[in-house]
Nanobody
Framework: QVQLVESGGGLVQAGGSLRLSCAAS????????MAWFRQAPGKEREFVAR????????YYADSVKGRFTISRDNAMNTVYLQMNSLKPEDTAVYYC????????????WGQGTQVTVSS
């Protein structure tokens, strides 16, 4: 089992940058595929980006491709989301999630961190 704690959210102007962090507990972090999701007010939760157990295996939603970068530091049990060129439509609560290797579901979720982008 793994516990996830996000940090790094805040208020930023359009065009600005933020870096989210997700710290994971446990000794088996490197066996999990990790992802970021977000949920805007009144909308369903949507996928943002994912990363495999190695950093060369990443995938992004079209809406963030070229602006966001997901990365991980297995020694620090942490996954990051670097967000550049932020837009007001990026405003949402961002969640970190972990999917055990060999499974199809993200079984573990953090509590979320708020990102607000002002125009």
């Amino acid at each position: 089992q793994v516990q996830l704690v996000e940090s790094g959210g805040g208020l930023v102007q359009a065009g600005g940058s933020l870096r989210l962090s997700c710290a994971a507990s446990g000794r088996t972090f490197n066996t999990y595929n990790m992802a970021w999701f977000r949920q805007a007010p009144g909308k369903e939760r949507e996928f943002v980006a994912r990363i495999g157990r190695s950093e060369d295996n990443t995938y992004y939603a079209d809406s963030v491709k070229g602006r966001f970068t997901i990365s991980r530091d297995n020694a620090m049990n942490t996954v990051y989301l670097q967000m550049n060129s932020l837009k007001p439509e990026d405003t949402a609560v961002y969640y970190c999630a972990a999917r055990p290797w060999g499974t199809s579901e993200y079984a573990y979720w953090g509590q979320g961190t708020q990102v607000t982008v002002s125009s």
